[in-house]
């Protein structure tokens, strides 16, 4: 056997070494598969992401001019204008309260429609039709039915309870009673869900020993319940905090339900400044991150095990 041979040999066994070991770390051909999805999220998400960013550093000249010059003009603007950094306060005024109200009140409601009785799927069906809506048909309904032509105050007018129409909408209770309708049923869809994984034997265990329905929930429910309580109010509270079309269609869009989304619009079609309006969209994605690092530190306080059921 001559040299060259002897080469390609230890070459030939050197590759399939290498290629047996990266196999064994789950790296082979079949993760060019990931290529397509890496382009995808490259070019729709990372690239306008970090530009975006870039944005956020290159004031125009009426920012400089205003708020002083430097790449930080941007975010002294959103901080020092009352008029943008209130939207920061209103918005969690409507996205907090509607989050809240939504994750609490879909547990009871799910729990209801886990049992079995007469007319359970139309009720679940009832829960569930609002999502076919969708936020702008879900305001157009409002806006006809309490809006002040609408039927709600014609009929209590007709009936003498009422002399002049009622603000139902155009202010902050149109835009909350559009995010309560369009967001209970994604709550009440995924906390049914996450009880669906409670073996209900562990519940049964309890009622054995003697704990009654609120030592139970508190006790046995609520710590097992705790990962889906948090993954809802994350998604529900985001749901809700970006609100525009119901801020725009139903509310006061310069006035009480001035959003920081219409903030960002404004800055963006009205004023044609692109980095203020790259800089509300950040802080928008700072308020959120803060918020979900708070709910998830509660979480973290709850039980951390599995909940064993069938979910």
């Known amino acids: 056997m001559n040299a060259s041979t002897i080469r ?22 079949s993760l060019l598969m990931l290529v397509p999805a890496l382009i995808f999220i490259l070019a729709l998400f990372i690239y306008p992401f970090s530009y975006g960013i870039g944005l956020t550093f290159q004031p125009s000249a009426a920012i400089q001019k205003t708020w002083g010059a430097g790449a930080l003009s941007n975010y002294v603007a959103f901080f020092k204008d009352s008029f943008t950094f209130d939207s920061v ?16 009140a879909s547990i009871p409601v799910a729990f209801k429609l886990r049992q079995r009785f007469r007319g359970k799927k139309l009720l679940t069906t009832l829960v569930v039709l ?36 009622i603000a139902f909408v155009n202010n902050y209770w149109g835009v ?35 704990a009654n329905w609120s030592q139970r929930f508190r006790k046995v429910i609520l710590p097992l319940l705790a990962p889906g309580l948090a993954t809802t109010s994350i998604l529900t509270f985001v749901l809700a905090f970006s609100v525009f079309p119901s801020a725009r269609l139903v509310g006061d869009a310069m006035g009480s ?20 309006a790259s800089t509300i969209a950040v802080m ?28």
Request: net charge positive; glycine share 10%; proline share 4%.
């Open 176 to 210: 909350l009673i559009s995010l309560v309708i369009s967001g209970f049923p994604f709550a009440f869809l995924l906390i049914s869900a996450y009880l669906s994984g409670i073996d209900p034997s562990i519940e049964a265990a309890a009622k054995t020993m003697g």
């Open 8 to 29: 390609g040999s230890k070459a030939t066994t050197a590759t399939a070494s290498l290629s047996h070991r990266l196999a064994e770390r789950g790296i082979d051909r």
């Open 89 to 104: 306060w209103l918005t969690m005024r409507l996205a907090l309260p509607v989050a809240v109200f939504n994750v609490l």
């Open 257 to 276: 339900t001035r959003v920081m989304s219409l903030m960002a619009f404004r800055a963006f079609g009205e004023q044609n400044d692109y980095p203020m």
């Open 130 to 165: 609002p999502i076919t809506l969708g936020t702008v048909l879900t305001a157009q309904g409002l806006l006809i039915f309490a809006g002040r032509e609408g039927w709600l105050n014609r009929f209590l007018i007709q009936i003498g309870v009422v002399h002049q129409p």
């Open 284 to 311: 928008m994605g700072v308020v959120e991150l803060v918020v979900v690092c708070l709910i998830l530190a509660w979480r973290s306080s709850m039980f951390k095990g599995s909940t064993g059921g069938k979910g």
